[in-house]
């Protein structure tokens, strides 16, 4: 079973540009996560998706979305970037929004320039 | 309030010994779960093992065991028999079941970096 794939892996922008993340959950996985990490902040959560519907939001600004598709696989997108959004974009899926064990992906690796 | 405090930035364990990272967290829920995850330096979390609130018996899962003390709001690893694969960062993480709302978000610690000498 494949596990849960991100592309792209690494991602350099310059200040102002937007961005698009990708995130393929394990094959049967409904629930989709994002978090960001940095050496700052740790990891903070961002979105939670689950069939198709955003049900839970971090605090983050409305630069930061994201949606679901109807075959699990989510996008984020970051607009007007900036110096401060340069981080580690992890993504995690599970079968159910209760499920014990997130599977997480290897992330994506942005920096702003 | 930090819900879940790890107080040593780094560690040192020899191969083949035994290491503890420790793990406090700070909940008023009844109802809640514990995590603890690596991330190797590729950047991947992956899971290594989960605790119940409610679960009367400390989660073993192979090398990997949680000494769990409720009254003192800790859910320390331990890592037995240290391998160098076992170089990494590691996260404790705590999900509180039945907040308002109905959220199942973990939250994550600031992590860990165990490095082990052969």
Redesign the interface.
Known sequence: KAGVTQTPRYLIKTRGQQVTLSCSPISGHRSVSWYQQTPGQGLQFLFEYFSETQRNKGNFPGRFSGRQFSNSRSEMNVSTLELGDSALYLCASSFDREDEKLFFGSGTQLSVL | AQKITQTQPGMFVQEKEAVTLDCTYDTSDPSY?L?W?KQPS??????LI?Q?SYDQQNATEGRYSLNFQKARKSANLVISASQLGDSAMY?CAMRE?SPP?G?????????TSLIVHP
């Open positions: 779960g995590f995850y590729s950047g991947e979390m992956i899971f989960y119940g996260f079941v709302g959220s199942y978000i973990p939250t994550f610690g600031r992590g």
